[in-house]
């Protein structure tokens, strides 16, 4: 099971890591992009960072609904629109929920992902997030079907999600800024893809923590 109080871990850990990364994110979107990226996304999430104490009683779909309202109105670009569509998708399917089961947890990355498709309409190969996001809920779905717990098959998606991150480096970009850029595309890694991964590593992170500690 991952709890209540684990998604917002969860939550706190990602936006540390994207302030961390924020310059190497905004690097990488120089290259191809607006150079924005970084700088958003950290804006966005430290404005979330300050809402955590107030997620303390919410169930894990309201908090995920909190975070998708406070990315759409903070984040610039086309990252606040998707991150945001991203964890709305989430918040309606966990709804009333304050811990999720493996099958709890594939249903939300899916519906995370299917929001993505539908408000990026981007296509694998196009050089984006969804290349990242796509090959790790596939990886999560075949290891929670072969009888996989929660930490074996978010290992298994971000192992994934790592993987589909670098293949979009020698992918023409076709989506956004980058695609106007053609072939020039070529050979940068997606900034989109990249902080997505994080978001995947992070949760690994936290649920592979607890479990360590005994407590899940």
Do not use: C
């Amino acid at each position: 099971m991952v709890t209540q109080v684990q998604i917002i871990q969860w939550i706190q850990v990602f936006a540390s890591v994207i302030e961390h990364h924020k310059e190497e994110l905004t690097e990488l979107d120089a290259a191809i992009g607006d150079a924005d990226h970084g700088i958003n996304m950290d804006r966005g999430f430290k404005k979330v960072s300050n809402l955590l104490p107030s997620f303390v009683d919410k169930d894990i779909s309201t908090i995920f609904r909190t975070v998708s309202m406070t990315l759409i109105s903070s984040v610039g670009g086309a990252s606040g629109p998707l991150y945001g569509t991203w964890f709305l998708r989430a918040s309606s399917a966990t709804a009333g929920k304050k811990e999720l089961t493996e099958e709890d947890m594939l249903k939300f990355l899916q519906s995370g992902l299917d929001g993505v498709i539908e408000r990026g309409k981007a296509q694998l190969g196009d050089k984006t997030m969804l290349d990242v996001l796509s090959p790790a809920v596939v990886a999560f779905e075949q290891a929670v079907n072969e009888g996989m717990g929660t930490v074996e098959a978010l290992r298994a998606a971000v192992s994934a999600a790592e993987q589909g991150l670098q293949e979009t480096i020698p992918m023409v970009a076709k989506k956004g800024r980058a695609s106007y850029l053609g072939d020039r595309s070529v050979g940068h890694q997606d900034p989109g893809g990249t902080s997505a991964y994080f978001m995947l590593r992070s949760l690994l992170k936290v649920v592979d923590s607890q479990k360590k500690g005994g407590r899940g």
